[in-house]
Antibody, heavy 118, light 112 residues
Framework: EVQLVESGGGLVQPGGSLRLSCAAS????????MCWVRQAPGKGLEWLGN????????QYLDPVKGRFTISRDNARNLVYLQMNSLRVEDTAVYYC???????????WGQGALVTVSS | DVVMTQSPLSLPVTLGQPASISCRSS???????????FNWFQQRPGQSPRRLIY???NRDSGVPDRFSGSGSGTDFTLEISRVEAEDVGVYYC?????????FGQGTKVEIK
């Protein structure tokens, strides 16, 4: 059974940093792109970024480029979202996702709530 | 960025009756490999999103066959042939062809 479990969420002040982790299990982690998607309270979905299987390519949404970093550890089946210079508008539930555009493969974690507030 | 526009944004439905959601993209979604990476997602209350349909009309594993997707060019449709109580939630269209991948605003489906 595929499982994605996010951790590391919490309350942080504006300008602060936080690192989310996503522990993957139940599939060959190193064979899949991994992604992060967020959802502000009561709002829609926003696809933040993707990281290639070997970590050699990472894509970012413009509003987080330069502030957020996606990385992965294939030996430990972990993907990370390092968030720096956090803003109030970054308050959201952050989902870890593995997906394939071409076939029936799409799994989401339960989400981690990040609240940016003073 | 590609703008995805859904309609309606609210859809009251009767149990057992059909329902339809439309999505229009601001530009064509044909990838360089010839595929159109257009998807539909369902988010039930209090749950993580779940993909229902990929590449316009392909159902993901475990998705009931009452869900179907269609479309071409810039216009796409999700149809539920007979709405059941478990279908309540918000439905999002999403394009995965052009970066950044973008979602529609969401359509809230509720039972009348």
């Amino acid at each position: 059974e595929v499982q994605l479990v996010e951790s590391g969420g919490g309350l942080v002040q504006p300008g602060g940093s936080l690192r989310l982790s996503c522990a993957a299990s139940g599939f060959t982690f190193s064979s899949y792109w991994m992604c992060w998607v967020r959802q502000a309270p009561g709002k829609g979905l926003e696809w933040l970024g993707n990281i290639r299987q070997d970590g050699s390519e990472v894509q970012y949404l413009d509003p987080v480029k330069g502030r957020f970093t996606i990385s992965r550890d294939n030996a430990r089946n972990l993907v990370y979202l390092q968030m720096n210079s956090l803003r109030v508008e970054d308050t959201a539930v952050y989902y870890c996702v593995t997906t394939s555009r071409d076939r029936s493969w799409d799994f989401w974690g339960q989400g981690a709530l990040v609240t940016v507030s003073s | 960025d590609v703008v995805m526009t859904q309609s309606p944004l609210s859809l009251p439905v009767t149990l057992g009756q059909p329902a339809s959601i439309s999505c229009r993209s601001s530009q064509t979604l044909v990838d360089s490999d010839g595929n159109i990476y257009f998807n539909w997602f369902q988010q039930r209350p209090g749950q993580s999103p779940r993909r229902l349909i990929y590449k316009i009309s392909n159902r993901d594993s475990g998705v009931p066959d009452r869900f179907s997707g269609s479309g071409s060019g810039t216009d796409f449709t999700l149809e539920i042939s007979r709405v059941e109580a478990e279908d309540v939630g918000v439905y999002y269209c999403m394009q995965g062809t052009l970066w950044p991948w973008t979602f529609g605003q969401g359509t809230k489906v509720e039972i009348k």
